[in-house]
């Protein structure tokens, strides 16, 4: 651990172990580097028993929490039914979809999650949002640690992070029009009914659809203007991260183009932080200030998109770049 500036000495924070309710002076956690796998507690260096005398949810003072979004040692471990020969080797059998990661979004990054078929980015992705819950590690959002929440005391929190699925189709109630998707995100929000249309009508403009299709159900939308949908739908919440998992694979080249534009103004206007999760080096290329490649449940390498896909380190990532045809891809991630 690195020793603490020399300085004029700080008074002590007025709560030891004990976190004030909320607000912008909230102590931060040193979290700028990804913590290592397993790392207990949170604040290294915290004195012994700090853990057990921290409230749910909050974490302890003292350092500065740059991350947003601070993934420590998460492992998934799902349990599978052994249909083979269970008496004889047990019924269930553990499958590791997530192995001991590390990661932290800091606020600003678009982050690009790449990796082949199911090395667990999704998983990763659900953890993140607490759809699923991690087998070990925390899942820390801005200074709280979401792991040790449930209920209702987690909802508030789980809204910062909104997901835009690969099939925004599915993901969006075929029984309810544009207006009341994006009218209920509005709603759970805290924006009053009364600015519900009108702030509607202007997320649509933001993700370039016409607010007249508000009116509309889902399956009268185009493939592209569902995602676009999904992605307002997203937004209405005012969510401090976006986690787009796979959002244009669905869609033909052209309309890949143009969310992934629409992807790029939203954060530059609007500041978003993103996880884009993608096997498209060059949509990622493009996109991200930072990559990290997935390979069987593990982070193998991270760093900024010339790092990771100019100069690769680690083999996977180099078979991972071998991979993509040539001309098309190759081209566009070399320019
Ligand atoms: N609910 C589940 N129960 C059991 N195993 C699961 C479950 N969800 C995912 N898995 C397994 O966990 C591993 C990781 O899956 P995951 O969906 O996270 O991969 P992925 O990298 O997102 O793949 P893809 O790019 O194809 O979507 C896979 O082996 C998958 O079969």
Redo the contacts with the bound molecule.
């Keep these: 651990m690195r020793a603490p500036p020399r300085g004029p000495r700080r008074e002590p924070p007025p709560h030891r172990g004990r976190l004030p309710r909320a607000g912008p002076a909230r102590p931060r956690l040193p979290l700028r580097a990804p913590l290592r796998r397993g790392a207990r507690p949170l604040r290294r260096g915290a004195p012994a028993g700090a853990t057990a005398r921290r409230p749910p949810g909050r974490l302890l003072g003292g350092g500065v929490v740059t991350a947003l979004l601070a993934l420590g040692g998460i492992t998934?471990r799902?349990e599978?039914e052994r249909r083979v020969l269970p008496r004889l080797l047990g019924r269930r059998r553990p499958?590791l979809?997530?192995d001991g990661v590390s990661l932290a979004v800091e606020r600003g990054d678009v982050l690009g999650l790449v990796?082949?078929?199911?090395?667990?980015?999704?998983?990763?992705?659900?953890i993140m949002l607490r759809l699923?819950d991690p087998t070990e590690g925390r899942v820390v959002l801005d200074g709280t640690d979401l792991t040790a929440l449930r209920g209702a005391a987690l909802r508030p929190h789980r809204r910062r992070v909104q997901m835009v699925f690969?099939d925004a189709g599915a993901s969006l109630n075929p029984r309810k029009t544009g207006a009341t998707l994006v009218g209920e995100a509005l709603g759970l929000a805290g924006l009053p009914r009364r600015d519900h249309t009108a702030r509607a009508a202007e997320l649509l403009r933001q993700v370039g659809l016409d607010a007249g299709l508000l009116a509309r159900y889902p399956h009268e939308l185009s493939g592209g203007q569902k995602q676009r949908l999904a992605i307002a739908r997203a937004l209405a919440m005012g969510p401090d991260l976006l986690v787009l998992?796979?959002p244009v694979s669905a869609l033909d080249v052209s309309l890949q183009a143009q969310i992934l534009m629409l992807l790029m103004a939203l954060r530059d206007r609007l500041g978003l932080t993103m996880v884009f999760?993608s096997?498209d080096l060059a949509l990622v290329h493009h996109l991200c200030n930072r990559v990290a490649v997935?390979s069987a449940?593990r982070i193998v390498e991270a760093g900024s998109p010339a790092e990771v896909l100019h100069r690769p380190r680690h083999d996977y990532t180099r078979r991972l770049l071998a991979a993509v045809p040539r001309g098309h891809h190759r081209t566009r991630i070399a320019t």
């Design positions: 998934k799902y599978l499958h979809a997530v990796g082949e078929s199911g090395c667990g980015k999704s998983t990763l992705a659900k699923e690969q998992d796979e999760i096997h997935m449940g």
